[in-house]
């Protein structure tokens, strides 16, 4: 759960830097409910292989939306709400470019294996 309390911390900090938007939670909480959803339903087509009723259930449209904001509730609750200060995370630059790398590589696998299977 750190991990994607980190993430979220940058998008966050991110979009208040780049853009100083007005809803910058929105957007790293939709982000991050993004790619955790397509983590999970690629978790479910590989899980189809050895049970083939499970895919079926979640091909319906209405059951892949019910899923993505039953998760996006989840992330709001531990994230909104114990929200993250940009002071709270002290890094120095080489944390923060190793840090930085592990969301990049969990970015394309997460892509590469949605494609894949």
């Known amino acids: 759960m750190y991990f994607f309390k980190y993430m979220y911390f940058r998008i ?3 979009y208040v830097k780049e ?11 939709s982000i991050v409910t993004i790619f955790q959803a397509l983590n999970l339903y690629t978790l479910f087509k590989l899980f ?21 904001f039953l998760i996006a509730i989840i992330n709001w609750y531990l994230l909104s ?20 790398k592990y969301i990049v590589v969990y970015i394309v696998l997460s892509l590469l294996f949605f494609f894949i299977t």
């Not at 292989?49 to 899923?67: A, E, G, K, Q, W």
């Open 19 to 29: 853009w100083e938007t007005d809803i910058p939670g929105i957007y790293s909480l």
């Open 81 to 100: 709400f114990n929200s993250i200060s940009i002071e709270s995370i002290k890094e120095d630059d080489v944390q923060k470019n190793k840090r930085g």
């Open 12 to 14: 966050y900090s991110f």
């Open 48 to 68: 189809s292989y050895f049970f083939p009723n499970v895919l079926n259930y979640l091909s319906n449209t209405i059951n892949l939306l019910l899923l993505y």
